[in-house]
């Protein structure tokens, strides 16, 4: 087993993290796949239709739809396989912050462009300010992003709790 | 401290679920928006052309459109600005089908005492500039604009003053044509002033003339003039219609 998997396990044998692994590893790859379903095949598949309605229109989002499910799918699987560990938490809050700047990027700030050619040859300009949506969406995120940060703080205090109740070993005289 | 975080767990939860809500049905409305461009119409208003463009659009969504607000503003190919109009509706409201007119006026008198006096004599294409904003769910100003070109007929197109022909030691004729290539039908008072070397005028007439949309005005216009008709310089030709006066158009006749 490689040497890293032991990290997420402390004070514990190689036999028995493998052990508790396995099933994270099980749940991690549920977890991906559901995501993958509501997260990539399933706006894939609204975008497409979209596309057939205005394709100028949304076929340019299926790249960032795509990219949008790499990001959710990379942090839900390995914030599963760290799960119970202060990595789970660094993940979630990592994943918070790579969101608000992902929210940032492919809504181009807030001020959307893109061109249209209606009858081959009319070439009509469509700007649509959605810094009201961008910043509901920053909103929600930072609010994901404090209980991450909470999750963190709980999980630390509660570790440093159980390290003051363990007995300590009796020092030899 | 679990509470805490349960609490920001189910707020958050709730709050994506109600963004994703409002996203899906911004998206479904907007799809339900039918706008549709019926025929336009050109009329004579006072010596201006109106185009009257009438737009009904079917609110089919869940939100209100606010603030829709059409402007148009027609250039001629130099840039020089000749008409800006602006159509403002405060609210389409949701299910519901509104019919806007928005009118475009293009003055001939405008046309006549700016620099864009050209064009009462030259056709040439002007620059349509169509810009529509409006407000989407109280939430996501838009703006839509596209140019075309339109072609714009000269009233007055091809004017033409041909070479006098003496008719007696006093009078003296002269051809005057052109094309009216506008939509409008001119008529009015065409008068005709000769000037000498001196820079006097020497003679001069009105004549009465009517060209429907379209057509061609021909006429040969005598005058009597006074001195030697080998002195006369140049001719003026003067414009006088119901909403247009113009002059003098100068030709050399040296």
């Not at chain 2, 006026?105 to 529509?132: G, H, P, R």
Request: charged residues 15%; hydrophobic residues 50%.
């Amino acid at each position: 087993m490689a040497p890293w998997c032991f990290l997420l396990f402390e004070n514990e044998s190689g036999k028995s993290s493998a052990r508790k692994l396995l099933p994270r590893i099980a749940k991690a790859a549920i977890k991906g796949i559901i995501y993958f379903a509501l997260f990539y095949i399933l706006p894939t598949f609204v975008v497409s239709q979209l596309s057939e309605f205005a394709p100028q229109l949304f076929s340019q989002y299926e790249q960032t739809v795509a990219v949008f499910a790499v990001i959710l799918i990379f942090f839900v699987v390995a914030s599963e396989l760290t799960s119970g560990t202060i990595y789970q938490h660094a993940l979630n809050i990592g994943r918070a912050l790579i969101l608000i700047i992902f929210f940032v990027y492919a809504l181009n700030g807030g001020i959307v462009k893109f061109d249209i050619d209606i009858a081959g040859s009319q070439r009509v300009s469509i700007v649509a300010d959605l810094r009201i949506f961008l910043l509901m969406l920053i909103a929600i995120d930072l609010l994901g992003l404090a209980k991450s940060v909470l999750q963190a703080v709980n999980f630390l205090s509660e570790k440093a709790d159980k390290q003051v109740l363990m007995p300590r070993p009796a020092e030899n005289p | 401290m679990r509470q805490a975080i349960r609490a920001l767990g189910w707020a958050n939860a709730i709050f994506w679920i109600i963004l994703l809500l409002f996203a899906i049905t911004v998206v479904y409305s907007a799809v339900q928006i039918q706008p549709r461009f019926g025929e336009p119409s050109v009329t004579n208003s006072n010596g201006a052309f109106v185009v009257s463009l009438p737009l009904s659009i079917y609110n089919g969504g869940f939100y209100d459109i606010n603030r829709f607000n059409i402007t148009t503003q027609i250039s001629d190919n130099r840039g020089s600005a000749i008409n800006r109009s602006s159509t403002l509706v405060p609210v389409l409201p949701k299910g519901e089908n509104t019919t806007i007119e928005h009118r475009m006026t293009l003055s001939i008198k405008q046309a006549a005492t700016s620099n864009l006096s050209y064009l009462l004599f030259n056709d040439s294409e002007l620059n349509v500039e169509a810009i529509v904003k409006l407000v989407y769910a109280n939430a996501f100003p838009i703006e839509i604009s596209s140019n075309f070109t339109t072609s714009w007929g000269a009233p007055f197109a091809n004017l033409t003053l041909g070479n006098i022909v003496l008719i007696s030691s006093t009078r003296v004729s002269m051809p005057v044509s052109f094309e009216n290539h506008s939509f409008l039908g001119m008529n009015g008072t065409l008068r005709l002033e000769i000037v000498d070397s001196t820079n006097n005028a020497v003679g001069g007439t009105s004549v009465a003339f009517d060209a429907p949309p379209e057509t061609r005005f021909e006429r040969s216009i005598e005058v009597t003039v006074s001195g030697s008709p080998a002195q006369i310089r140049e001719a003026r030709l003067y414009f006088e219609t119901p909403f247009l006066e113009y002059g003098p158009v100068v030709f050399s006749l040296v």
